[in-house]
Nanobody, 125 residues
Framework: QVQLVETGGGLVQAGGSLKLSCGAS????????MGWFRQAPGKEREFVAA????????YYADSVRGRFTISRDNAKNTVYLQMNSLKPEDTAVYYCAAGGQWARLSLNRRDYDYWGQGTQVTVSS
């Protein structure tokens, strides 16, 4: 069982930056692909970014590529999402997710087995 806790959300003006963190419990973190998803009011949860369990591969949604950076520190059981040049349309609850051990990188939320409780990010115009 893996428990995930997101921190770092908040209110920021357009053009600003925020860094989200997701701490994971358990001894298997280094073997899990990790992802960030977000859900705005009235919309479905959507993929934002993912990083392979090796940390060597990453993937981003087109809407955030070039502005957001996902990274992980396996020694700290933590995955990060650095968000720069934020836009009002980035406003959402951001969720951290973990896939199965040794699993491939995935953009599909159904491939993730564990989810955090979410952290609110609000970008004002």
């Amino acid at each position: 069982q893996v428990q995930l806790v997101e921190t770092g959300g908040g209110l920021v003006q357009a053009g600003g930056s925020l860094k989200l963190s997701c701490g994971a419990s358990g001894r298997t973190f280094s073997r899990l692909p990790m992802g960030w998803f977000r859900q705005a009011p009235g919309k479905e949860r959507e993929f934002v970014a993912a990083v392979a369990w090796t940390g060597g591969s990453t993937y981003y949604a087109d809407s955030v590529r070039g502005r957001f950076t996902i990274s992980r520190d396996n020694a700290k059981n933590t995955v990060y999402l650095q968000m720069n040049s934020l836009k009002p349309e980035d406003t959402a609850v951001y969720y951290c997710a973990a896939g199965g051990q040794w699993a491939r990188l995935s953009l599909n939320r159904r491939d993730y087995d564990y989810w955090g409780q979410g952290t609110q990010v609000t970008v004002s115009s």
